[in-house]
């Protein structure tokens, strides 16, 4: 009843991420026109943004958009925007804390490709 009422708690979460899930598809035809040593230097440049007070989240879509690429250019696979959305409600913290979310996934649906989005992103810290 409170479902019907209120909606689904998850599609709610899900929609508010949509837009991250775009700002990463702007971001492909641009990484993608990278050589690999540019692509490369990306990560440098990300740290020192990071070390300069740019949040994660403010680098997410980036950073995601370069795991994309790396992905198709090494592993010859694309992360389909589903996985690029498994990969922020992984990532998702609020002030610097993680929430602690976990996304549900089938059999064959790439949670190990979308592990190496939050675990690229938040390695750009050096804090583990």
Same mark, same amino acid.
């Not at 540019?38 to 943004?49: D, M, N, S, V, Y």
């Not at 996985?83 to 609020?94: P, S």
């Given at each position: 009843?409170?479902?019907?009422?209120?909606?689904?708690?998850? *599609?709610?979460? !899900?929609?508010?991420?949509?837009?991250?899930v775009t700002e990463v598809a702007l971001f492909e035809k641009e990484i993608e026109a990278l050589s690999d040593q540019? !692509?490369?230097?990306?990560? *440098?440049?990300?740290?020192?943004?990071a070390e300069n007070g740019e949040s994660l989240d403010d680098l997410l879509p980036e950073a995601f958009a370069v795991v994309r690429e790396a992905g198709r250019r090494v592993l010859n696979m694309r992360h389909f925007d589903v996985?690029?959305?498994?990969?922020?409600?992984?990532?998702?913290?609020?002030g610097g804390r993680v929430k602690g979310q976990l996304a549900e996934m089938k059999t064959g649906e790439g949670k190990t490709l979308v592990s190496t989005l939050p675990a690229y992103l938040n390695a750009l810290t050096g804090k583990g």
């Open positions: 009843m409170l479902k019907t009422l209120l909606g689904d708690p998850n *599609a709610r979460k !899900l929609k508010k991420y949509q837009p991250l540019e !692509l490369q230097g990306k990560t *440098a440049e990300f740290r020192q943004r996985q690029i959305l498994g990969g922020i409600i992984l990532h998702d913290n609020e």
